[in-house]
């Protein structure tokens, strides 16, 4: 790194940062905290000048990759632009000084805002209810499975497995995993789609849901989703949707029509809430009628033009995150809903799929292709074609960090080699998709004549190759200061 750490900058002749005094006027804080656990010392905060503060986090904000600065083609976690007129609903003082213990009475405005909000999604994705409580949407899919799992043990069944797919996410296994399942695996067919015969083999009355992604982490659309549910439901087992990208059928196609019982959301994604780093996500979960009573406490009510948080809902699996979710970030999804409209949302998913299927077919013969198009929202191409020069999909992503963009997700789904899945989204231009497409021929030209300088770049960035190994198995996450004595 090329910035030091404020501590490290820190000039111990200036004086230190004065602070407001501490505690609440009239109270000892020896009676609201145990005398123990007061400190002692001063806090050895960083010294500088208000101007050095402004620059260290200007030039760190430089460093920084984000949607802002450019294309940002991370596939399966739908990087689109997020609207600064979110910002400013989100910021209303009416909604962002609301402090979650205030009486339901005060809170009319912010629990309608829930409550269509709610209905809004239900519309989209075709369900009768939805809690916004999850906070991401691997939090979705175990608050989902943990409703299936309520809804069998009400009828007495003792059902064990969740079916998910070869080409899943990883967070379906582990949340199915997490509520105590058997994790069963179904292949793809050569295709890329779940394998009809493989699935029957797998389905039995042990199984309580088939986890599934539609279209699929490979951007294909499971043609036989229709007789997918038929197999699912014969057997009494729940379909449950993997809804974290739904960017392809907004306004055009509904989880629920095609017979899902249970649907999750990333509003984080499709719905233009901030994301990563950027904010807390917010991963609502739906459900159809016969789920319903157990979906998490409170439900919003709304009676005679009133709205009440219930809390009597016996069959309830309980609550699944302090206070009603993320509530910023429902403002902003809510913003975008009715800022778009019921056609402008239909167009973005159009257009996320008209540019995914231009950016796939600009790139044919540049990368392999193992299953046939048109694509949905995203592609999933491969860099084998490239290995014999010893190049791998990491050398591509990394030769495109080099070129001002951010690399497409790789090595994910596990089915296809030297993965590389991108998903360009709606909010991109023909020219920002041309440019990416020039930098992708550039690189894999680069990889037929000069494959060592691709191995060693990126060299003009703040930082090159990292050893991802040494990161993760010895991560720092922790400045200590320098021993003093
Ligand atoms: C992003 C994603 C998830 C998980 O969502 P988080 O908010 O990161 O927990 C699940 N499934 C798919 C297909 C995804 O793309």
Not at 117 to 123: F, K, Y
Not at 293 to 307: D, S
């Amino acid at each position: 790194m090329t910035e030091p750490l404020s501590f490290e900058k820190s000039r111990e002749s200036l004086p230190g940062p004065r602070l407001p005094a501490a505690g609440l006027p009239g109270v000892d804080p020896a009676q609201v905290i145990p005398r123990a656990r007061l400190r002692r010392n001063r806090p050895h905060l960083p010294r500088l000048s208000e101007p050095e503060v402004m620059r260290h986090f200007t030039r760190l904000a430089a460093m920084n990759y984000s949607i802002s600065k450019n294309f940002y083609p991370l596939g399966s976690c739908t990087m689109k632009y997020n609207p600064v007129t979110n910002e400013v609903a989100a910021s209303l003082p009416g909604f962002a000084y609301l402090h979650p213990y205030q009486p339901e009475e005060t809170v009319q405005g912010a629990l309608e805002l829930m409550w269509d909000l709610e209905r809004a999604l239900c519309e989209i994705v075709g369900v009768d209810r939805m809690c916004l409580q999850p906070a991401a949407g691997a939090h979705g899919e175990w608050t989902g499975l943990r409703m299936i799992q309520a809804f069998h043990e009400d009828r007495g069944e003792d059902r064990s497995e969740v079916i998910v797919p070869d080409s899943a996410h990883g967070t379906n296994p582990a949340s199915a995993a997490l509520c105590g399942f058997k994790v069963v695996e179904v292949r793809s067919d050569a295709g890329g789609r779940v394998s009809l015969p493989d699935l029957e083999s797998k389905l039995s009355p042990r199984t309580a849901a088939l986890m599934l992604t539609n279209p699929n982490t490979l951007g294909l659309f499971e043609k036989e989703i229709l007789e997918v549910a038929d197999l699912v439901h014969s057997v009494g087992a729940k379909l449950y949707y993997d809804g974290a990208n739904l960017n392809a059928l907004m306004g055009i196609c509904r989880p629920g029509d095609m017979g899902f019982d249970v649907v999750h959301l990333n509003l984080h994604k499709t719905f233009t809430t901030p994301h990563g780093g950027g904010g807390p996500g917010a991963g609502p979960v739906g459900v159809m009628k016969d789920l319903e009573q157990f979906l998490p406490r409170p439900t919003l009510e709304r009676e005679n033009g009133h709205f009440k948080l219930d809390f009597e809902r016996p069959r309830s699996i309980g609550r699944v995150r302090s206070f009603y979710g993320n509530f910023g970030m429902l403002v902003r999804a809510l913003t975008y809903i009715l800022a778009m409209g019921a056609d402008g949302l239909s167009q973005a998913s159009e257009d996320a799929v008209l540019s995914a299927n231009y950016l796939r077919t600009r790139l044919e013969g540049a990368l392999e292709f193992p299953h046939d198009g048109p694509c949905k929202h995203e592609f999933v191409a491969s860099a084998r074609n490239l290995t014999a020069q010893g190049i791998h999909a990491t050398d591509l992503a990394k030769g495109l960090l080099e070129r001002g963009f951010y690399a497409p997700t790789i090595y994910f789904p596990l089915i296809v080699p030297e993965a590389v899945m991108v998903e360009p989204t709606e909010t991109e231009s023909k020219a920002t998709l041309d440019a990416f497409t020039e930098a992708v021929l550039e690189i894999v030209q680069l990889a037929q004549t000069d494959p060592e300088r691709l191995q060693a770049e990126p060299t003009s960035l703040p930082v090159g190759r990292l050893d991802e190994v040494a990161a993760a198995r010895h991560p720092v996450l922790r400045w200590r200061p320098p021993a003093q004595d």
